[in-house]
């Protein structure tokens, strides 16, 4: 009977608590961290990598990832969000690692009904044309500019993964935007 109190106890502790636990190597308070946050990170690389296939090893990488960090997380409240910051980056390396993708910034621009080749042409020059920008943009650009339009996270979601008040997101983004419109210019 006492063990499970034990246990109890410990689902009842916050965040923090729990986080200052398993950096002083308790794994018991590190299983209730992996149990707690599970469901939220299932259900954001389901979205992310629009795949089941991937997901339970990305989720598994990203708490083995984060056991091995631990004792480097300075602000132990936003154990969530640091998570969610490891585990978007484990997302977007499995998208980079896609055979079918050169670059996580490649997009797949439908082909035109009637798949007329000039049409086709077309949308492949578009696709270099959007790489070649993205390239181009400074690296927080590109980052939120991919999270906004490819993987179409809200401006919130981008700021708390990134760590950025969500009015800097948005000046990101629109500096993102007004870079892509200035590159592309040449493609029209």
Request: glycine share 4%; aromatic share 6%.
């Amino acid at each position: 009977m006492q063990p499970q109190q034990h246990r109890t106890d410990f689902v009842d502790l916050d965040d923090e608590v729990l986080a200052d636990r398993a950096t002083d190597g308790d794994v018991r308070a590190f299983e209730v961290l992996i149990r707690r946050h599970t469901p939220l990170l299932r259900a954001y690389a389901r979205r992310t990598l629009g795949s089941t296939d991937e997901l339970d090893d990305v989720v598994q990488e990203t708490f083995i990832t984060a056991w091995n960090r631990l004792d480097g997380l300075e602000d132990r409240r936003r154990v969530k969000a640091w998570l969610m910051r490891i585990l978007s980056r484990k997302c977007l390396d499995r998208i980079r690692s896609r055979r079918d993708h050169d670059d996580v910034t490649e997009l797949e621009v439908a082909a035109p009904s009637d798949a007329a080749p000039e049409r086709v042409a077309e949308a492949h020059s578009r696709e270099d044309a959007v790489d070649r920008a993205l390239s181009a943009l400074p690296v927080d650009q590109r980052r939120c500019w991919v999270m906004k339009e490819v993987l179409e996270y809200r401006y919130e979601d981008i700021a708390e993964e990134l760590g950025l008040p969500t009015s800097t997101v948005r000046g990101i983004l629109s500096r993102a935007r007004k870079n892509m419109i200035r590159l592309m210019e040449g493609w029209r």
